[in-house]
C-alpha cells in the first residue's frame, strides 16, 4: 500500500506533467476568450443536427456539453485572483482543468456518437466531420499543457474509432467494401490529428522559451539601468558640492578682493573658471537626466503668457549674448499667447535653445526669438543664422552625449544633453520640438503647445514627469 507521501509525490508529478504555473494561466485566458465561439459552433451544430434528426436527442446532448462548458466559465472566474505563484492552489486548479476535460470531451464525444447512431447511411459524413472540427479546435488552443491535450485527443480518438466501427459491426463488410476503406481513412485523420497537435504544442514550447528569454534579458537590462541611475545620481551629487565651492572660491580670486592679481595669473584663472562652469553644467544635466529616466522629474503646471516666458529666457542669457557678441532681438504674439507648463523647465529649455543658438553664431550675429499664434498652437521659436545642420541629423541633434559635429561642438563647448533633455521635458508637456535647418544658412528650433484659453495663473497639481 502506498504512503501519503508518495500520493502526494504522484500528485506534483502529474502537475508538472500539466506545465508551469504560466501554462495554466495561458490555457485559462484563452478558454475564456473563446468560450463563445466554440459555444457558437456547438450550437450551430446543435441546430444543423436537429433538422434532420430527433431534435429532442440531439438538445438532451447538447445541454450536457453547455453544463461542462457552464463547469470551465466557473474554473475561469474562480482563477482570476490566481497569481501563479502559489503552487497548492495551481495544483488544485490544474487538477479542475485535468477533469473538466474529461467531461468536456465525454460529453461532446456523446453529443457526436448520438448524431453518428442516427446517421442511416454508411460514411457517417456529419459526425465525423464535427467531431474532427472539435478535434482540430483543441489541437490548436489547447496546446498549452501537454496532458490535458493528450487527455482530450485520447477521447476524442476513441469516439473517431467507435463512430469507425459503427459500420464495420453493422453490416460486417469484406475487406473489399469501401466500409473498410472509410475506416482506414479515419485511421489516417486521427495520425493527421495527432501530427498537428504535435506541432501546435512544439510552437507553444519555442514560444515559451523566447517570451523567458526575453523576460530574463528585460530584467537584465532594468537592473543595469537602475545601476547606470544611482551610479548617475550618486556620482553628480558627490560633484556638485565641491564643484559649487571651486567655482566660488575661482570668482573671489578674479574678483581680486584678497588683492590684485598678477597678470599671468588671470589667464590661467580664466581657464580654470570656465572648465569649472562647463563641468558644473555637464553634472546638472546628469542630474536632470538621472530624474527624467527615473521618473522622478516633478513638473507644476500653470497657465504662462508665452510672450513674457520668451522676453525672461532672453534676459537670462543676455549677458552672454554681450560677451560672444550676438544681438538677440524678439517678436512678440499680439494677444492670446498663453500655454500650459512648469515656467522653470520652460525657461530651462529656452536657455537651452538660446545658449546653442548664440554659440553658433558668428561674432556681430543676430539671433531672432518670435513668439507666435497658429490657430489653436502657440510656437516659440529660435532662429540663428550660424552653421547650419546637415539634413538626416535628428537623432544626433537629439541624442544623448551626441554631437553633429564634434570639432565644431569642442570649439564652442556643450555637454551633448542639452537638447535631449529639453525634448524630453517638452514632450512631457505634450508639446512638440523641431528644428529647420540648412548648411550654412542657419536654423530655427521651435517649440509648441496646445494654446490655452484665458489667464487664470493659478498654480495647478504637480505631476510627475
Known sequence: MKSPSAFRALRIDWFKLGGREQNIKDYIALANQLIWKRQGSFFAAAVLAAIYFDALI??????????????DVLLGHQSKTWDGKDPVRGRRIFIRIAINTILSALAISAFIISI?????????????????????FASMYNSQMLIIL?????????????????????????????IWLQFW?????????????????????????????????????????????RFLAIVSHELRTPLTSIV????LLKSEKFGALPDNLKPVLNIAARNSERLTSLVEDLLDLQKLEAGEMQLYFK?????????EAVEAVSGYASKVGVEVTTSLCDEGCHISGDRSRLIQVMNNLLSNALKFSEDGGAVHVQVERLEDKVRISVKDKGIGIPQGSEDAVFGKFSQVDASDIRKVG????????????????GARIDYISKLGVGSVFFIEFDRVTGEDGSDAAPQTA
Open 150 to 178: 493528450v487527455l482530450r485527443l485520447s477521447i476524442y480518438g476513441c469516439a473517431f474509432l467507435y463512430i469507425a466501427l459503427l459500420d464495420v459491426v453493422r453490416y460486417l463488410p469484406p475487406l473489399s467494401s469501401l
Open 248 to 251: 566660488g572660491s575661482l570668482e
Open 58 to 71: 440531439i438538445f438532451a446532448f447538447y445541454a450536457v456539453v453547455v453544463v461542462t462548458e457552464v463547469l
Open 303 to 311: 497657465t504662462i503668457d508665452a510672450n513674457t516666458l520668451a522676453q
Open 414 to 429: 556643450g555637454t551633448g544633453l542639452g537638447l535631449n533633455i529639453s525634448k524630453q521635458i517638452i514632450e512631457r508637456h
Open 185 to 229: 481513412t479515419i485511421v489516417f485523420v486521427l495520425y493527421f490529428i495527432a501530427d498537428i497537435s504535435l506541432k501546435f504544442y512544439l510552437n507553444y514550447q519555442r514560444q515559451q522559451k523566447h517570451m523567458s528569454l526575453i523576460e530574463e534579458e528585460n530584467e537584465v537590462t532594468k537592473a543595469a539601468l537602475e545601476v547606470k541611475s
Open 116 to 136: 453518428a447512431h442516427q446517421e442511416t447511411s454508411t460514411g457517417h459524413f456529419t459526425s465525423l466531420f464535427f467531431l474532427f472540427s472539435a478535434s482540430v
